[in-house]
């Protein structure tokens, strides 16, 4: 992958989105060995040094090349990591906290979630026999017709290294607001070759769903109110 597009986009834009690339391809590599092998610890730790060799012999191997220029590293701090930092402080705190609690936007989705990935642990779809046996957890009978990636590489976790149900919604979610963050400031580099911009793209996209998160700030003593929504 960083063959075809290292003189496409820049390096920052390349690990982020070989982030969400690893992601999809360990789940999905992982999704057609579960035939064969059932989902375990020393399952999980074989694809991972699989993977890391993997990564190290590409490295090793790959042609040497100069990567298109982009942003400095002062600005990557600013507007990919602390941004990253920030979004992460709110997915750690608003999903599934101490497995009980959660806020926000995913109180309609997460019940919905949290289903697939127990199917996938150790429900109707943990015991496949064919790559398409996959059924709905919410419906008797029924074939699930909705994209399983994000759930499985949960249930991945859940079920390998034993990861509790909330670092199992949370580490994926920060990998892609990582990759999103990334993505977003390069592509705001690129069309405006200024620095300035980048500064201000990923908190403007942080914040554009009000002026909630004000109320957070000032107000401390809200932070521990799990049925306070700070997004409105």
């Given at each position: ?13 390349i ?84 497995e ?31 790559v ?15 994209p ?19 670092l ?7 990998i ?44 401390p ?12």
């Open positions: 992958m960083t063959f075809l597009l290292i003189h496409v986009i820049d390096l920052p834009t690990i982020g989105i070989g982030s969400v690339f690893g992601i999809l391809s360990c789940g999905w590599i992982c999704y057609l060995l579960n035939l064969l092998f059932k989902l375990s610890f020393k399952f999980g730790l074989m694809q991972i040094i699989l993977y890391s060799l993997s990564g190290i012999l590409i490295q090793i191997y790959r042609p040497k090349r100069k990567f298109r220029k982009s942003y400095s590293f002062f600005c990557w701090i600013y507007s990919v990591a602390i941004p990253t930092l920030v979004l992460s402080w709110f997915f750690y705190y608003g999903l599934l906290y101490k009980s609690y959660t806020r926000g936007a995913s109180f309609g989705d997460l019940p919905f979630h949290l289903n697939l990935i127990a199917s996938f642990a150790v429900g109707c779809n943990s015991e496949r026999k064919s398409f046996d996959i059924v709905s957890p919410f419906y008797a009978k029924e074939k699930l017709a909705y399983i990636m994000s759930n499985y590489f949960s249930a991945i976790l859940r079920s390998c290294f034993k990861s509790s149900l909330h199992a919604l949370v580490l994926p979610s920060v892609f607001g990582f990759a999103i963050y990334t993505v977003l400031s390069s592509l705001v580099f690129y069309f405006s070759k200024s620095e300035l911009s980048c500064l201000f793209a990923p908190w403007l996209f942080l914040f554009e769903g009000g002026l909630g998160f004000i109320e957070y700030i000032i107000h003593e809200l932070r521990g109110r799990f049925y306070t929504d700070f997004v409105h």
